[in-house]
């Protein structure tokens, strides 16, 4: 069972790796910021479409500015 992803509208940043965002996706959710990742890599059977068209991670735009601060902190500073 698929879970529907929460509305959410701002992008805030991209990835061509699909483990960097799942780890920048991991400190949102680590931080209770609902986020999702929108992948075009054909349900992952052509990975290399990630270099054409990047993976967004997406968030609520109330939660924007707080998630682009979470993920600009460097490790164990916060």
């Given amino acids: 069972m ?6 959410l509208n701002s992008v805030i940043r991209t990835f061509a790796n699909e483990v960097e965002a799942q780890v920048a996706q991991a400190v949102l959710d680590a931080n209770g910021i609902d986020s ?12 290399w479409l990630q270099w ?3 993976i967004r991670l997406v968030v609520r735009e109330s939660d924007s500015v ?3 601060q979470l993920l600009d902190t460097p490790p164990g500073l916060l």
């Fill in 2 to 7: 698929e879970r529907e992803p929460p509305e």
């Fill in 36 to 47: 999702y990742l929108i992948r075009d890599d054909a349900g992952g059977m052509m990975p």
């Fill in 52 to 54: 054409l068209h990047p």
């Fill in 66 to 68: 707080e998630a682009v």
